[in-house]
């Protein structure tokens, strides 16, 4: 069974369906290329064929390239890689040319055969791509369809013309957050932007676009860019105009990536060289870029971490071969801040919830959580009156612990704190003895509150990042004698609710934050030394980090790291290293707490808008007159960071690098980029990074010390992906 197959009509239409029946929804391989190549040769060489439509036979039209396809293209060119991906990608180009071209003398025009697209759905990257070769594009009227070019997110740009034909089509403005951003739109938002041409209702899908091929006129079939006159809408480089934009657009894209993502760049690059020459000739320079962007490892990183490792371990690739557990009904103890967002994520996933507190008040604060963000959704367009009402429905706010009879899984999220999550423990076990129990603490270790329960193999940790709807990743922690079924069950309930789980052992704060503090500490650390704090933030988010770290402890809270200081302090004792405690403490008895204060190492506005770093710091922490330079502030600032990640390799904490690379992109936004920490070291390569290390902790300290497994690796110049990558390969 091939991917595309063609059936031709009595009045003349041939229609190509495609339907891959190992997938649920399509994505394009090397060989269903070819077979789509062979089919459109057929129809346009048929005489009795008089149009074509490409359509798919499931709900979606595609999810975009089978980007496993430029791995394979790697490893067979292996002596010029970029070879092979710039023929591919020129294969890609011309059959697309033909599709556009479609028969027609070139000289005159005429002759060709109107092709349109049908998409019933969601179509994505080369699903948008083919559409936007072909002479129209029909969309079901399906809100849920999400339609665009998404590759960027990924560290790629759409490479098989939908640059160039989306900039042609509606200007480089108009084009740029679909390109830039990666921007999906539903149906009716893509025709209004000029996406695509016409939506229409599912039923007449079909006979629409059969309806316009067969009726369209030579004139209909000519792309503007094949006619003689052609203007790019907003102008070209060199028009007064489009001069505008183009400036506009350079600055704009440094000024948001901050110049470490190679894709935006090339992707500018392609659209600005495109627009002054002929439209073969900017596929060419597309292409050129596109290969040139592949050929960084940036890229490679991004798509094996963003794209094929997430969505491995979405899947489950970690997930213990137990039946299914799949969540029927959660129980939320906790309807603070955690508690409310998971029992909104649980009851959008259409789990019934019981979101328990200990005062009623407070439970149905917990749920008015869920009609906030629901109303918004309404006024947005994005959801129901009914729709509201259906997921409110699901949550039964209460301090009834009865309530929980019949629970499967039970989130627990109150205070931090060890004898109140021991007295709450044994209250739900009374109540529902068999539920798997998953607490949400982000820094008391799992096999410690265990304790507290009967059923330690059925005690696990579900780490949620804060806010809850909008955090990607779920930390699971498996305690010492957590079993599969626990793991599986909390695997399940992040799979239902649409998350990114990451399955970790149980030490000294998980795996997430166990990174993140070192960076938050090297930052502060860093202002008592007198470096001036806006190298120290600048210079993080030069090298891809979201937030510098003395934002992000405003955005945190400076009492919170104070809490965790003190806590960690005494759980390790002299092992504690205190450098940024000073600072830390010194700003939380001037009052100083940060964002909830208004006030931290930023100044802020009355309404709370971030000002400026604040000048009072450097009164108590003056500024040295000599600074680092700018690389040596962000070696810092990543390595606190990666050797934790490789520490929590060598500790077992880890159990797969896929797991580690996934969650610091998603967890705590860890430079894009580089496709996370194990993949940032294979960038550099382990003897730079042990070599680096070794210069850092001769002039900074011991916390920088080569961990054993970093040194083995470097003296064996092994990768980390080479040596732990063979899990991720078997999965
Ligand atoms: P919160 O203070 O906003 O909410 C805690 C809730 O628990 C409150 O509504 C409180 O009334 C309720 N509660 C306290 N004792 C109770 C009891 N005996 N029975 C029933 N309800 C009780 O706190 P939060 O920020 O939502 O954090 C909750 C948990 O999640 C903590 O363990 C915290 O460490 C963890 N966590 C927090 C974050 C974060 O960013 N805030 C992130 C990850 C994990």
């Known amino acids: ?95 697309l040319r033909k599709i ?11 002759g060709g055969k109107p092709i349109a697209a049908a998409l019933p759905g969601t179509a994505l990257g080369i699903g948008l791509e083919l559409p936007l070769a072909c002479h129209r594009i029909f969309a079901a009227d399906n809100p849920k369809a999400k339609i665009g070019l998404p590759e960027i997110m990924v560290g790629i740009f759409p490479g098989a013309g939908g640059t160039t034909r989306l900039v042609r089509k509606m200007g480089a403005i108009a084009a740029s957050p679909l390109l830039l951003e990666g921007k999906l739109n539903n ?30 006129t ?8 094949d006619q003689k006159g052609y203007k790019m809408p907003g102008g070209a480089p060199y028009h007064p105009a489009g001069f505008m934009n183009f400036v506009g657009a350079s600055a704009m894209v440094n000024g948001k990536t901050m110049g470490v993502y190679p894709a935006a760049k090339a992707l500018l690059s392609a659209v600005y060289e495109g627009a002054l020459v002929p439209f073969d000739t900017a596929l060419q320079i597309e292409a050129r870029w596109f290969t ?61 919830v019981v979101l328990i507190d200990a005062k009623q008040e407070a439970a149905d604060k917990g749920k008015s959580y869920t009609a906030d963000y629901m109303d918004k959704g309404i006024s947005r367009k994005k959801a129901t009156p009914e729709k509201k009402e259906a997921v409110l429905g699901l ?60 059923d330690a193999e059925n005690f696990i940790g579900i780490h949620f990042f804060s806010p809850v709807d909008k955090m990607m990743l779920v930390e699971i922690i498996k305690g010492q004698k957590t079993g599969p079924v626990a793991v599986a069950k909390a695997l399940d309930f992040v799979r239902q609710i649409r998350k990114t789980p990451i399955v970790v052992n149980d030490e000294r704060f998980f795996y997430a934050n166990r990174c993140i503090i070192p960076y938050i500490n090297e930052g502060i650390r860093m202002v008592k030394e007198g ?84 000048d009072g710091l450097a009164a108590k922490y003056p500024v040295a007159d000599e600074q680092p330079d700018l690389t040596t502030v962000q070696h810092r600032l990543l390595f606190a960071q990666v050797l934790e990640a490789v520490r929590a390799l060598e500790e077992g904490v880890l159990e797969d690098i896929r797991e580690g690379d996934v969650g610091a992109i998603l967890g705590w936004g860890f430079a894009p980029w580089s496709g996370g920490p194990f993949s940032w070291l294979d960038i550099i390569g382990a003897p730079y990074a042990a070599e680096r290390c070794d210069q850092l902790t001769a002039e900074f300290g011991e916390r920088f010390t080569t961990p054993a497994l970093l040194r083995e690796m470097a003296d064996k110049t092994q990768s980390f992906y080479g040596r732990f990558g063979k899990k991720a390969d078997a999965a």
């Open 1 to 95: 069974m091939t991917d595309f197959t063609m059936e031709k009509d009595a009045d003349g239409v041939a229609v190509i369906t495609w339907d891959v029946k190992s997938k649920s929804m399509n994505v394009m391989s090397r060989d269903s290329m070819v077979v789509l190549d062979g089919l459109i040769d057929d129809a346009l060489g048929d005489a009795a064929v008089k149009g074509i439509v490409i359509t798919s036979g499931k709900d979606s039209f595609a999810g975009g390239m089978d980007l496993n396809v430029l791995g394979t293209i790697r490893e067979e060119y292996k002596d010029n890689p970029a070879e092979g991906l710039f023929e591919f990608t020129m294969n890609g180009h011309k059959m």
């Open 100 to 110: 556009e071209r479609a028969g027609m003398d070139p000289k005159t025009l005429k």
């Open 187 to 216: 149906p009716a938002k893509a025709k209004s932007a000029g996406v695509i041409d016409e939506v229409v209702a599912a039923e007449e899908l079909l006979s629409s676009a059969k309806a316009w091929v067969l009726n369209a």
């Open 218 to 225: 030579d004139a209909d079939i000519v792309k503007p860019w």
């Open 292 to 352: 040139h962007v592949l050929m960084n490892p940036s890229s490679s990183a991004m798509i094996r971490s963003l794209f094929i490792n997430k969505e491995a371990l979405e899947k489950g690739a970690n997930r213990p071969a137990v039946d299914d557990q799949k969540v029927k009904k959660v129980g939320v103890i906790g309807a603070g801040m955690m508690g409310a967002g998971i029992a909104l994520v649980s009851a959008l996933a259409g789990i019934q």
């Open 395 to 454: 949550i039964n706010a209460t301090t009834d612990y009865a309530a929980l009879a019949g629970c499967d899984l039970i989130v627990e999220a109150v205070f931090e704190d060890v004898g109140v999550k021991a007295e709450v423990t044994a209250k739900v076990q009374a109540a529902c003895p068999d539920a798997v129990f998953a607490t949400n603490t982000s820094t008391l270790p799992i096999t410690e509150l265990a304790k507290a329960s009967n």
């Open 531 to 614: 470096v001036e704090p806006a190298l120290i933030e600048n210079a993080a988010k030069l090298v891809g980090m979201p937030l510098g770290p003395l934002q992000l402890t405003d955005e945190t809270s400076i009492d919170l790291g104070v809490k965790i200081a003190k806590a960690t302090k005494a759980a390790m004792g002299d092992a504690y290293d205190d450098a940024q405690d000073e600072v830390l403490f010194w700003m939380f008895d001037e009052g100083r707490l940060g964002r909830k204060s208004n006030s931290g190492f930023y100044a802020y506005d009355d309404k709370g808008k971030r000002q400026g770093l604040w």
